[in-house]
């Protein structure tokens, strides 16, 4: 049995037993298809400047499962993910320090490509930002740019029956992306971050700014997606996070001024029925500020 | 702060539940002294509670499961409604086993007893009501360190019954009472030691409600039984 202070030091790393139990990548995959890469991150603090932002964030991201970022406006949930992809140091000043595995490979090492890391971990952005291209080229542009010289056919196809938009807009593949509806454009997005073949997706509030319909949509593709890839999405819709996720993090700021720390980390059914910590409990039942 | 009419409508629920609570008590009470003095005309007071009881019970959980619709509750909120969902149904079902008892008092006012079987019983009822009591206080008041001394107070209402039991099925010669009163008498000894049970589950949801570790550690008390199957005590 484990004791209060394993507990304890479990709860405040961020790291739940079944995750150090299970090794990234051995569970939750599909029969007969490779076992998708999760993340591990240690001790990861970000910078914009001189000002810390995020500070001391470990935690396991499992492979195949969601998870949820919480926490209120400000908290560094946003900054934390784009970390996961070296898009946070594309802004000036911005910096990262720490440790971040892809697998076996740590994304800020010297000999890490960034454009690599970011077509392996690929990234989704809260308002949908289509290419004014086709709905086709808009899947297919990332992966021609990469090289691809599979069945460029196959690969829309496959790609937007992932992002479960196939069926909506296969009969005007050569229409606008624009020409999608707030919702399918979000789709559209999600289908040409698989196209490049992720093995992590990022999500920045998918759904905030899609109306009730389109946000169930998103929500179920999510749950197809984890069946073949890694999902972490931040969201203010703690609703959200419940039904969708198999982990949640809690980002939170204790005072004014300090940076943005994880919190608390557990299981979603722990964190949305008897979380451990007070701030959490009062952040998740609307009792916060 | 936040959501204060959501807290205010959740107020609201668990002073209708404790309410309740202090009817079932009242009954409770009621009982204990019909059962004291062979008292017909108070256990007659208690004919139609069952009735009033569900339908209060009823209102709870609807008011329960409006809020769960329209508030989405999670964590201690999520808890609470659980919890007064699950009180609501054992102080229901204490006031229909006390309804129970009081019909069967005034439909055998008149027959003969056996005394030590009388005694037996009325201690019974009245370490039911104590229990009864107590878990409803351990709920209203959170106490989650009594609510583990409960369980203890409820193993004497248990070795009641059992004695109220052999007292049952082995009379004294020429003694045990009418028969029609001996078979009630067996059924009154069965709901009083279920109103206990009652008590302890609800002091026990206390548990629940404030730690989120009673339906685990109940499980794990389940799975860790010892079961005699064989009676012979291995």
Partial sequence: METGKIREERRLSGVSKDQRDVRQGDDGAPPGEAPTLGMKIEDLSAFYGSFKAVTDVSIDIRANKVTALIGPSGCGKSTFIRCLNRMHEVLPGAHAEGRVMLGDQDIYAKTSDPVNIRRRVGMVFQKPNPFSKSIYENVAWGARINGYKGDMDELVERSLKHAALWEEVKDRLKESGHGLSGGQQQRLCIARTLAVEPEVILMDEPASALDPVSTQKIEDTMEQLKQSYTVVIVTHNMQQAARISDYTGFFYIENMGDPGRLWEFDGTEKMFSNPERKETEDYVTGRFG | ?234
């Avoid at chain 2, 878990?135 to 203890?152: H, M, P, S, T, Y």
């Avoid at chain 2, 107070?153 to 082995?170: P, T």
């Avoid at chain 2, 206390?206 to 012979?232: C, H, K, P, S």
């Fill in chain 2, 1 to 234: 702060m936040p959501r204060e009419t959501f807290q205010q409508e959740l107020d609201g629920l668990i002073s209708d539940l404790l309410e309740l609570g202090e009817e079932v008590e009242a009954s409770l009470e009621n009982m204990v002294r019909a059962m004291e003095g062979r008292d017909a005309g108070i256990a007659r007071q208690e004919l139609g509670v069952d009735i009033r009881y569900k339908a209060r019970g009823m209102d709870i959980e609807r008011e329960c499961m409006i809020l769960q619709a329209r508030q989405a509750p999670v964590a201690g909120d999520l808890r609470l409604l659980y919890t007064v969902q699950s009180v609501t149904n054992h102080l229901v079902r204490s006031g229909t086993l006390c309804e129970h008892i009081c019909q069967a008092i005034t439909e055998t006012i008149d027959s003969e007893r056996d005394e030590d079987l009388e005694t037996a019983l009325v201690e019974m009822a009245r370490t039911a009501r104590n229990v009864f009591n107590e878990g409803l206080d351990v709920f209203k008041n959170r106490d989650i360190e009594r609510a583990r001394d409960l369980q203890a107070k409820d193993d004497k209402v248990d070795l009641l019954y059992s004695e109220a039991m052999n007292l049952i099925a082995n009379p004294s010669e020429g003694g045990g009472g009418a028969p029609e009163w001996r078979m009630r008498a067996a059924l009154m000894v069965h709901y009083l030691e279920r109103i206990s049970d009652h008590g302890v589950d609800i002091g026990g949801s206390a548990v629940f409600l404030v730690t989120g570790q009673r339906i685990e550690d109940a499980m794990q008390q389940y799975l860790d039984r010892n079961v005699d199957y064989d009676g012979d005590g291995t």
